[in-house]
């Protein structure tokens, strides 16, 4: 059987009228509320037990202050969900919030609407992280000491190549977008080669002007130019013996295009201003997430020089073309951060995980890492909850995201008649697409059912966008039992607009 006893909420405050009348608004909503009248009595309490699932925290008491029993309450239980009050919504209270863990901050006198939606989101929480009690990482970081993280079938590809040219010498092209982690597979067949005790140095040829990439790559003599004090050695120099990755090779320059082809057919350069030839016994790997065959027929790239360094490619997949692994690659992201003392957190709700998952990620495993690094510093307590993802991320993957009590009679997002077609059509997209999502359909199952949308409703006279509106009016009104007020809020309209569309459809509720 559930547990159907309501949630209980424990208010703090020294000020017998504020309990009071808060605790007249949580009761409302069948919340059981009890009270403390300073924050030593809250703090005692929490330590007695047992702990109630919400606390709402005054910041001013006399004696210990809100913030002090904030600290001292989440010593008792880290995970604890805590609303602080306050009468002076400064920088300086907020930030302080924030800083020591509080789940949000409200200001006094208090809008009993605004209330009962902080309890109901921090309840929410609380439940989303209970469910998480159980969850276990999908893979070890210590396995991954190299950080390619992934299991999915382009991934094994990318594992066998990589074994394949580690036993040679040959000359490897690694390709695909930026952040997909050519770097890392460029280090991965360095430290797998017989080189791996020489040298492994990165050079990225994008961010070296090309007045000074020769000089950097090639050393150069005293007085060869303006600024040359001195004799320095090029990273070919340095890296005799092991491994140079040239990262963006498709910026660099045709002069230093055709040194870089005198190296790999002879074995040999010389420092800018030398006349001295040097051999250098240097394996070279590339990378671009440009194309080069492109810019060879644009003679851009030189022809001898693609060839050379093409002899055996890699291609590392874009992140959506492998969702399998971002549940892991996520792991990774978050076991790293604990371990660096960077983020507490090390787990990641259902509901969240799903958002990430349904995510495009244009930015691929960098921008995964980043909104995972974000999300980490930024939730609560050890699980990342919808809540703390970007909102554009969770727009952008038809995650729920709450939206604002409307106040006057806004525009239907389906209006044809208040607002573009291109905005109508993109809307209605949304919508169809979110209902996929929700049934757990795949990015591609979506596309193609939109496909199949389109063709199909193409054929009827009633025009495409009207039919969505309608069909999607009728599916969230019966999803909420006829109810306006939950069904206007989840199409992202008013009330009024909402009964006024359902009127012109000649819908029945």
């Given at each position: 059987m559930p547990d159907l006893k309501p949630p209980t909420i424990l208010v703090i405050d020294d000020d017998a009228e504020v309990r009071y009348s808060l605790g007249r608004v949580l009761s409302s909503k069948k919340y059981q509320v009890i009270e403390a009248a300073s924050g030593e009595l809250g703090v005692a309490a929490v330590k007695k037990g047992p702990l109630p699932d919400l606390i709402f925290l005054d910041i001013r008491m006399s004696g210990m202050s809100g913030i002090e029993a904030l600290q001292h309450i989440r010593s008792v239980n880290p995970k604890q969900l805590v609303v602080l009050m306050t009468a002076f919504g400064t920088a300086q209270t907020a930030i302080e919030a924030m800083k020591y863990g509080a789940f949000d901050y409200i200001m006094k006198p208090f809008d009993p609407a605004k209330v009962l939606t902080i309890a109901e989101n921090a309840l929410k929480a609380h439940a989303d992280m209970r469910a998480v009690v159980d969850y276990k990482p999908t893979i070890n970081s210590d396995d991954y000491k190299e950080g390619i993280v992934g299991s999915s079938p382009v991934m094994q590809d990318v594992f066998k190549i990589i074994g394949q040219v580690t036993a040679s010498d040959v000359t490897v092209m690694i390709t695909g977008e930026s952040g997909t982690g050519k770097e890392l597979v460029a280090r991965s067949i360095w430290k797998h080669s017989h080189r791996a005790s020489k040298p492994f140095i990165a050079v990225n040829c994008a961010a070296i002007p090309d007045n000074l990439i020769e000089s950097e790559l090639f050393g150069h003599e005293k007085g060869s130019f303006t600024g040359a004090t001195g004799q320095r050695l090029g990273k070919f120099e340095l890296c005799d013996g092991g491994t140079i990755f040239l990262d963006e090779i498709g910026d660099m320059a045709l002069a230093t295009q055709t040194k870089i082809l005198r190296v790999l057919q002879q074995g040999e350069i010389q420092r800018v201003g030398g006349t001295e030839t040097i051999k250098v016994d240097v394996r070279i790997l590339a990378a671009t997430n440009k194309d080069l065959e492109e810019m060879v027929k644009a003679k851009?790239?030189?022809?001898?020089?693609?060839?050379?360094?093409?002899?055996?490619?890699?291609?590392?997949?874009?992140?959506?073309?492998?969702?399998?692994?971002?549940?892991?690659i996520v792991d990774f992201c978050l076991q790293n951060l604990v371990k660096q003392k960077k983020a507490r957190t090390s787990k990641v709700s259902p509901e969240a995980m799903s958002v990430l998952t349904r995510y495009r990620w244009p930015g691929n495993v960098r921008e995964l890492e980043n909104v995972v690094y974000r999300s980490a510093v930024i939730a609560q307590g050890d699980t990342i909850l919808m809540k703390d993802l970007p909102v554009e991320v969770r727009e952008a993957a038809g995650g729920a995201v709450?939206?604002?009590?409307?106040?006057?009679?806004?525009?239907?997002?389906?209006?044809?008649?208040?607002?573009?077609?291109?905005?109508?059509?993109?809307?209605?997209?949304?919508?169809?697409?979110?209902?996929?999502?929700?049934?757990?359909?795949?990015?591609?199952?979506?596309?193609?059912?939109?496909?199949?949308?389109?063709?199909?409703?193409?054929?009827?006279?009633?025009?495409?966008?009207?039919?969505?509106?309608?069909?999607?009016?009728?599916?969230?009104?019966?999803?909420?039992?006829?109810?306006?007020?939950?069904?206007?809020?989840?199409?992202?309209?008013?009330?009024?607009?909402?009964?006024?569309?359902?009127?012109?459809?000649?819908?029945?509720?």
């Open positions: 851009t790239f030189r022809e001898d020089l693609y060839y050379r360094l093409n002899v055996v490619r890699i291609r590392m997949p874009a992140l959506c073309e492998r969702v399998d692994d971002v549940p892991q709450p939206i604002p009590t409307p106040t006057g009679d806004t525009p239907s997002p389906f209006d044809v008649t208040r607002t573009t077609h291109s905005e109508n059509r993109a809307l209605a997209t949304a919508q169809v697409a979110a209902e996929n999502i929700a049934a757990g359909e795949s990015p591609l199952t979506i596309e193609r059912a939109l496909d199949f949308l389109h063709v199909e409703l193409s054929r009827e006279p009633e025009p495409i966008l009207e039919r969505l509106e309608r069909e999607m009016i009728v599916r969230v009104l019966a999803a909420t039992e006829g109810n306006m007020l939950k069904a206007s809020e989840r199409l992202g309209m008013t009330r009024a607009t909402l009964r006024k569309r359902v009127d012109e459809l000649g819908l029945k509720f």
